[in-house]
């Protein structure tokens, strides 16, 4: 079955399966950073029901993210360019950087909220909640009816490299072989432990397993018990 033209699946919620991106995104160059467009397609028969499409503050990102020379665009594991969409809300990170919220919906005919101007965009939304990577660490960002809620909830300045979100618990890696499993809820840490590089994290449901790199042809995997 075809869903659509498309590059990720993004949410499932029968009997749709909402999926983003696709061949062009708008019609000028800068509109592959700049603008997003979800799509939801019938898994009964793969037909597109509708489409939307979001560009929050599109020229003032204009100057402040373009580049002419696409290649030097920061793509692929850089995350330049996020969609994230939990029940009736639509995340979008323009670069990766700056993110706003959008309600499942026609996005010319809305205002987004602006829910993070810095870091990178890594995770989520999970539990109304996402997850941005800062120069101290990572910050749990969740917006609230009249205010928005951030939480430095792992302080570290080794570089991010995987997040895992499972059950209650966000277990989130890093450069130096850090492993932190902390509270979706309310950021409190569950598990803080030592290992090897961290490249990818695995969840059953009784391990947490770290698997690390060591160099093109040998990998560690490191587990620990499941709190």
């Not at 002419?68 to 990766?96: F, H, M, P, Q």
């Not at 966000?170 to 932190?180: C, K, P, Q, S, V």
Request: aromatic share 10%; proline share 5%.
């Amino acid at each position: 079955m075809n869903l659509g033209l498309a590059d990720e699946t993004n949410d499932v919620q029968p009997p749709l399966a909402i999926l983003s991106g696709g061949p062009r995104y708008g019609t000028e160059p800068q509109d592959r950073v700049l603008t997003f467009e979800i799509h939801a397609a019938d898994l009964r028969n793969g037909k597109v029901q509708w489409k939307y499409t979001f560009a929050p503050d599109y020229d003032q990102n204009f100057a402040r993210f373009y580049t002419k020379n696409i290649r030097d665009l920061c793509t692929g594991a850089c995350g330049w360019r996020s969609i994230g969409i939990e029940r009736k809300s639509v995340y979008v990170a323009v670069y990766g950087v700056r993110v706003y919220r959008y309600r499942l919906g026609p996005g010319h005919s809305q205002h987004p909220l602006l829910v993070s101007d810095e870091g990178r965009y890594i995770g989520g939304p999970y539990r109304g909640a996402i997850y941005v990577a800062r120069n101290d660490g990572i910050w749990m960002i969740r917006p609230r009816a009249h205010s928005i809620e951030s939480m430095l909830i792992v302080q570290s300045l080794s570089p991010f490299r995987v997040i895992t979100i499972s059950g209650k618990t966000a277990y989130i890696g890093f450069a130096d072989g850090n492993l932190r499993g902390v509270d979706v809820d309310d950021g409190h840490t569950v598990l803080d432990a030592g290992t090897c590089p961290i490249t990818r994290i695995s969840v059953s449901s009784t391990r947490v397993y770290a698997v690390c790199a060591l160099d093109a042809s040998h990998w560690r995997v490191v587990a620990f018990p499941r709190s």
